[in-house]
């Protein structure tokens, strides 16, 4: 399949916005530019990356004719203008998660999707390309642990475990009113959505904000960039460092999620155990290459990443032979071969293992639904609208 004719153009110099450049260059697609909270880091990120152009302003990218794709790795808070935008301009478009702020938002950009439908419309959640999550999912959908009972897992960091740990994510104006359940948690609802085929009918939820006041540095920096000390100021916080949720599925099976970006030594990891009435699947980003198998009746088996041993249409998203890892990075270059790849064959009607924007939308009202539940400390049921 040929893709890596089509151009892009990534808006976000942050942390995530280098990935989507990294990754879509290794499949060969041509990134124009990027764009930066001001032209200065425009241009000095474009300089980093070896890109032709730092952009002025986001105008700027969708007058650009050479742009066919944009990608939008800003704050929350700029994503539902900047979608409408793209597709008023007539791109298509790769936003990061959350793909709005509220469910309103979503439900309106799913909408606008829909008036554009020669585009393509997709949301940012690449856990669902790791190859052993693809073949977990190829499992289930073979129905090799028989009818699935339970979910359990979490998402869990630490680098939001100091006081003087800071980003723009801990204030609702910016990222919304769900934090660590909306940052991270929406990755692991989609995942266990994607890998099942379920659908979540109630949560009920336990919410904390452990660290009640940060210290918010007085020059703009980033926690991901060093601990030294500099001037700042006490801010009280209000969105969560920690969450519970317990889930009840379609099937009647039940699930547990825990999200914590207070957990120290917890980088960045995901886990899940699906247990299903003839065995279960269990796997954990720390360690991405290994899918454990369960069973009741004979030993358990390991599954280690090797193109050869998986399902044969998801062979081609596992570039490396058995015993070369691969990881967080090569889930974007994955995730935007499966895009590109949709792009090119233009075929809009057919199945996408990428997430589109009903998915995105699907994660508000479950994220909304939580922190109802967590407020009045009852089920709520979900209601996709």
């Keep these: 399949m040929t893709f890596s004719h089509k151009t ?3 808006a976000g110099t942050g942390f995530i916005g280098p990935v989507h450049v990294e990754a879509l260059r290794r499949l060969g697609i041509r990134v124009k530019g990027i764009l ?3 032209h200065a880091k425009s241009e000095v990120a474009a300089k980093s990356l070896g890109l032709p152009r730092g952009y002025a302003s ?5 007058s650009d004719p050479d742009v066919e794709v944009v990608h939008i790795a800003t704050p929350n808070r700029l994503h539902r203008e900047m979608v409408i935008g793209a597709l008023e301009a007539g791109k298509h478009v790769v936003c990061e998660k959350p793909l709005a702020t509220s469910a309103a938002e979503t439900s309106e950009l799913v909408e606008q999707a829909k008036k554009h439908p020669t585009l393509v419309t997709a949301v940012n959640y690449n856990v669902r390309f790791y190859p052993l999550a693809l073949q977990a999912r190829d499992l289930l ?6 009818r699935v009972l339970s979910v359990r897992g979490a998402y869990i960091q630490d680098w939001l475990l100091k006081e003087t740990d800071w980003n723009w994510r801990l204030l609702i104006d910016e990222g919304g009113e769900l934090r660590a359940v909306g940052d991270i948690g929406t990755h692991w609802m989609d995942l266990i959505l994607f890998l099942t085929g379920l659908r979540i009918e109630s949560v009920f939820a336990d919410l904390a904000t452990l660290i009640p006041v940060r210290r918010r540095p007085k020059v703009a920096g980033s926690t991901f960039q060093g601990t030294e000390a500099v001037e700042s100021e006490p801010i009280e916080i209000k969105t969560e460092d920690w969450g519970s ?3 009840r599925f379609s099937n009647s099976a039940r699930g547990a999620l825990c999200v914590s970006q207070v957990t120290a030594g917890r980088k960045n990891q995901i886990t899940f155990e699906i247990a299903g009435s003839e065995g279960s699947l269990a796997w954990d980003s720390e360690h991405p290459n290994d899918l454990w198998l369960g069973h009741r009746d004979k030993p358990n088996e390991q599954l280690i990443r090797d ?3 998986l399902a044969s249409d998801i062979r081609s998203f596992a570039s490396y032979p058995g015993g070369h890892n691969e990881g967080f990075p090569d889930t ?18 057919r199945p996408k293992l990428f997430a589109g924007f009903e998915d995105g939308h699907q994660e508000l009202v479950l994220c909304e639904a939580i922190l109802q539940s967590h407020r009045a400390q009852v089920w709520v049921p979900v209601r996709i609208i």
């Excluded at 986001?58 to 969708?62: F, M, Q, R, V, W």
């Excluded at 959908?141 to 028989?146: E, K, S």
């Excluded at 974007?332 to 090119?344: D, M, N, P, S, T």
Aim: charged fraction near 20%; hydrophobic fraction near 45%.
């Design 332 to 349: 974007f270059k994955q995730l935007y071969r499966a895009i590109y790849e949709y792009l090119a064959e233009r075929d809009f009607s």
């Design 58 to 62: 986001y105008d700027e990218i969708l």
């Design 141 to 146: 959908q073979r129905g090799a642990i028989g």
């Design 36 to 38: 930066g909270s001001s």
């Design 245 to 247: 949720v317990l889930f």
């Design 8 to 10: 892009a153009a990534v």
């Design 307 to 309: 193109p050869a041993l």
